[in-house]
Nanobody, 123 residues
Framework: QSQLVESGGGLVQAGGSLRLSCAAS????????MGWFRQAPGKEREFVAA????????NYADSVRGRFTISRDNAKKTVYLQMNSLKPEDTAVYYC????????????????WGQGTQVTVSS
């Protein structure tokens, strides 16, 4: 059974850092594009970052570029999101997702989703 499990969320003060992890099972992880999305209360789910199967290519939302870094370890079947200089507007439930290698940045292109992890940034 395909599964993604996120961890690493929590409460942090503005300016602080968190590192999210997403462990995959039941998937041929090394062939998949991986993405991070987030959803704040009352808002639609939005793209945060994505990384190609090899890790050679990454994409970021404008709102997080320069502050967040996505990476992956194919041997551990894990994708990470390092979040620095966090802002209150980063508060959301963060989801990791797996898609085909040619997936774009839309959430509809991703076929497997984790359950989400809450990130709360206090001002």
């Amino acid at each position: 059974q395909s599964q993604l499990v996120e961890s690493g969320g929590g409460l942090v003060q503005a300016g602080g850092s968190l590192r999210l992890s997403c462990a995959a099972s039941g998937l041929i992880f090394s062939l998949l594009k991986m993405g991070w999305f987030r959803q704040a209360p009352g808002k639609e789910r939005e793209f945060v970052a994505a990384i190609s199967w090899s890790g050679a290519s990454t994409n970021y939302a404008d709102s997080v570029r320069g502050r967040f870094t996505i990476s992956r370890d194919n041997a551990k079947k894990t994708v990470y999101l390092q979040m620095n200089s966090l802002k209150p507007e980063d508060t959301a439930v963060y989801y990791c997702a797996a898609g085909r290698a040619d997936s774009g940045l839309s959430s509809t292109a991703y076929h497997t989703w984790g359950q989400g992890t809450q990130v709360t940034v206090s001002s």
